[in-house]
């Protein structure tokens, strides 16, 4: 099992130290667990679990200035990143749970596989264009590390030199389906520069897993 501590933690800089802890970020997603069961949510919501000190670790490394991009499963993201726990909530009861976003801090995230990339592809060159120094955070799933986007985004950044770094969080779940399974059980052969993580993932594909799931 690879981890932040045993791949890439030695190349990068400490920005600083979070003060949520893995018990802060469960009782939040519990919180929304309660709110989504008694139905007061107009949406889906895809809630985390199982991943809380693979992320915390992980964050020490992302500048408060940083962009960070992630899928419909962010409610970690968007808080370790510095969302206010209140305006987070809102915006999930909203039923905005899929697409959370915040300007300051810069965070966008969207409910289609592999959208996050192209755009954060394009932050990243913005960032070198603008001879900015801070980097563009892409959090994805072992679903979509195995689609085409990812591979030509990759070489991309990786040929003009672009500060984007992804993140593949590697439940084994493409939605509903396990990933080794769809991808006939071939070994996922991860870039040396890309963060990695395993975990088991607490809850279903969205929702708490009370109501049937079609």
């Not at 960070?68 to 305006?87: D, I, P």
């Not at 030199?161 to 939605?175: G, R």
Request: glycine share 8%; charged share 25%.
């Amino acid at each position: 099992r690879k981890t932040l501590r045993d791949n890439m933690k030695p190349k990068l800089k400490k920005h600083k130290d979070i003060s949520l802890t893995a018990e802060d970020l469960i009782t939040f997603e519990e919180d929304i667990k309660t709110i989504y069961e008694a139905g007061t949510i107009p949406g889906p919501v895809h809630l985390s679990g199982g991943n809380e000190q693979p992320l915390i670790d992980i964050f020490q490394h992302v500048h408060p200035d940083d962009w960070v991009f992630s899928s419909w499963r962010n409610h970690y993201h968007a808080l370790l990143h510095g969302v206010e726990s209140e305006f987070l909530k809102d915006l999930i009861v909203r039923g905005k749970s899929m697409s959370v976003y915040s300007k300051q801090p810069k965070l966008y995230t969207s409910s289609i596989v592999g959208g996050i990339i192209p755009i954060a592809l394009g932050t990243a060159m913005a960032q070198k264009l603008k001879g900015s120094e801070r980097k563009t955070w892409c959090f994805i799933g072992d679903m979509t590390f195995e689609s085409g986007i990812f591979y030509e985004a990759y070489k991309y950044a990786k040929n003009f030199n672009l500060p984007l770094q992804f993140v593949v969080e590697d439940n084994n779940m493409s939605t509903n389906t396990p990933t080794d399974k769809t991808w006939g059980g071939v070994k996922r052969d991860i870039p040396k520069d890309v963060l990695y993580y395993k975990y088991e993932r607490v809850f279903p594909h969205h929702g708490t897993g009370n109501w049937v799931l079609f």
